[in-house]
């Protein structure tokens, strides 16, 4: 237990006011005596010369302070927050002797939102992988069962379940794939890729190479580009993957019969790459969850168009790993824009 007598006191308070860490000195009562800037900075409302109990009023954390400065020793809270976010402290509270009845206490925080978010995304991914696995391999497991049983020498049955069991073995080799295109450009983001990349040149390909899937399904691809170079700082196969995913998407889910508006555009500091397709659109509350892995407006009619749910996650990877953004805008019956905005590799350049 730290001594609190008149002759340190101001000296704790220092410490306290100069400490890196969240902390709030409480007298006897209950009420801030001194505070860190960075407690200032996590929690606003709290004050020198102001009730904590009146800012922070769980029960838990205050019977614990009151405890602590009764009877002296540590104690450990955590303090779950749902307004106006919600956020998770661990909080230390320990006491000091300040000569009275009632102990002086110390408050640590540290804050564990970002923690437990990430530990709440590691759950619901590993769930949502789990999900998405199972059924290909229920499906496989059950014709391959069928196969060695009643269906063993009717050759019809066998041709029909061979095919239905491709298709689910590429489902399953599709999720694969993006789990690991997902990983290595999670790894990677913190690199910002530095090679000029053309991406009018990129544009062309990708529609060259979807044209065939774009005439199976009775769908126009229109593409405007400028004629010149248009350079970005970039990974080309990224940025191939970006475009990919968003064209198809736009083919899969726009109008049968429909167009698909391709466009690169240039500015002064920054290009884009832009899909608008004449779809269903999209409501307003799915907008803000759309590049969430496994996230699907409709998930059958995903599944049936073999989409994997990661698609517009790794876009929206991509997208940061360059320093660029992503932009969804769309209505429903008004169809859907999805742009990549990114910086030109002559400004990024100049900058750098």
Do not use: C, W
Request: proline letters at 5%.
């Amino acid at each position: 237990m730290v001594d609190l007598s008149a002759s340190n006191a101001a000296l704790v308070r220092d410490v306290i006011e100069a400490s890196g860490a969240p902390s709030v000195l409480l007298d006897g009562q209950g009420v801030a005596q001194a505070m860190s800037p960075a407690m200032q900075a996590l929690i606003p409302g709290v004050a020198v010369g102001k009730l904590l109990a009146l800012v922070l009023r769980d029960p838990d954390l205050n019977d614990a302070i009151e405890q602590v400065a009764l009877e002296g020793g540590r104690k450990t809270v955590e303090l779950v927050e749902r307004v106006p976010v919600e956020r998770t402290f661990r909080i230390h509270i320990a006491a000091l002797r300040d000569g009275g009845l009632r102990h002086a206490t110390l408050l640590t925080f540290q804050d564990l939102s970002e923690q437990r978010v990430i530990e709440r995304m590691r759950v619901d991914f590993v769930a949502n992988a789990s999900h998405e696995l199972r059924t290909p391999l229920a499906s496989l497991l059950g014709f391959v069962e069928t196969l060695q049983g009643p269906a063993r020498n009717d050759e019809r049955a066998r041709e029909r379940f061979l095919g239905i069991m491709r298709e689910q073995g590429l489902r399953m080799a599709r999720l694969v794939d993006d789990l690991l295109s997902l990983s290595r450009i999670e790894q990677r983001a913190h690199v910002a890729p530095d090679t000029p990349v053309d991406l009018a040149g990129i544009a062309r390909e990708i529609v060259d190479s979807l044209a065939l899937m774009a005439r199976e399904r009775d769908v126009t691809l229109v593409l405007k580009t400028p004629r010149e170079a248009l350079q970005v700082p970039g990974d080309r196969d990224e940025l191939l993957r970006l475009m990919e995913n968003l064209v198809e998407n736009a083919i899969k889910y726009g109008k049968p019969g429909g167009e698909v508006a391709i466009a690169v555009e240039t500015g002064e500091s920054e290009a884009s790459f832009s899909v608008l397709d004449d779809g269903p659109g999209i409501a307003p509350e799915h907008l803000p969850r759309l590049t969430e892995r496994f996230y699907r407006v409709d998930t059958a009619a995903s599944r049936e168009a073999g989409g994997t749910g990661l698609g517009l996650a790794i876009v929206k990877h991509i997208v940061l790993r360059h320093r660029g953004r992503l932009t969804i805008e769309s209505k429903p019956g008004e169809g859907a824009t999805f742009k990549a905005i990114l910086p030109r590799f002559e400004a990024e350049r100049t900058h750098g």
